[in-house]
């Protein structure tokens, strides 16, 4: 087995990275060509139960149309979590906040078992705070999650705003208190807090009624951040019945284009169940890897595809769920130190 991973391994790290030679004129400049695909495959039946049991030679991966030579093909069950618990706290969810909350501390209490795990917490209205940053330290989630309350309109817990939309003359100006910024606060969650853990199963959890009055960027901008930081994103769209309910369209959109699932709770025992099969879905998945064939480090999109090859899982009408692309990562140069 140890042999096994080591393999593994060193296939990763000789794909990952391959140094470009230097002419003169570069200024001792590197360019480090980042080339490894990791995908997330989850494997449902008819009945929606979890099929964990498939093989690399039962599917078949095409990028934009051209099939790709796997070097990695398990079960995730081992590769640590960094999840986002991405919470509304807008004054429409002041009804549901607090059975929010505890459904959540019941998920971290189930997810964050491996000392390799970590979760961060960010409430949000017209900006996002960091009120936890991404931690193993179960207790710090807990004391985090009880600080999250309703913006009145302004926000007052401890975590500081994130940045990294710009903001200047002709360009749209931050959000006021009291608004909802979604897809802002899906852009910075994925870009600024999950992007640099490297390494991990990433994923976001978005609790929100869906009704996104203040972003600066359009949904398409927040799904293409998460396809950039290889995150994928579920959403529990909760609100206040008694008011405006929730805009299911666009956060359902938004999920299943990165591989996720939208969950509409209707009740606290709804609530607690999405949380559970979130959960399960993320000790099911499978990892692939691949080199990609299309060498070009453009930054341009790749859509994925996979299929089924074993006539026998054909029959079993099987549905796989992963995200349908992703942004070829441009070559990055670095100046080496002096």
Known sequence: MKSTISLVLVCCLSAAFSVVGQTPGDDEVIRVETDVTNLSVTATDKQHRFITTLRAEDIRVLEDGVPQQLFTFQ???????AIALLIDVSGSEERTLPQ?????????????????DQAAIIPFTGSAFLEQPLTRDVLSLYRALERVDVAMPTYMGSGRPLSGIPTGPGMKAPPPDGSTAIWDAVALASSEVLSPSQGRRRAIILLTDGWDTSSR???????????????????????????????????????????????????????????????????TQYLIAYSSSNKNRDGAYRQLRIEIMNPELRKEDLKLRYRPGYFAKPLRIQNPKP
């Open 217 to 283: 960027l359009v949904s398409d901008n927040a799904r293409d951040r998460a396809l950039e930081a290889e995150t994928v994103i579920y959403v529990i769209g909760i609100g206040d019945s008694k008011q405006e309910g929730v805009n299911r369209n666009p956060i359902r959109a938004l999920a299943e284009r990165t591989g996720g699932l939208a969950f509409f709770p209707k009740k606290e025992d709804d609530l607690r169940t999405a949380f559970s099969e979130i959960e399960q879905e993320l000790r």
């Open 100 to 116: 929010e909350k505890a459904a959540a501390r019941t998920f971290v209490e189930s997810v964050i078992k491996s000392s390799k």
């Open 75 to 81: 079960r995730e069950t081992e590769r640590p979590l």
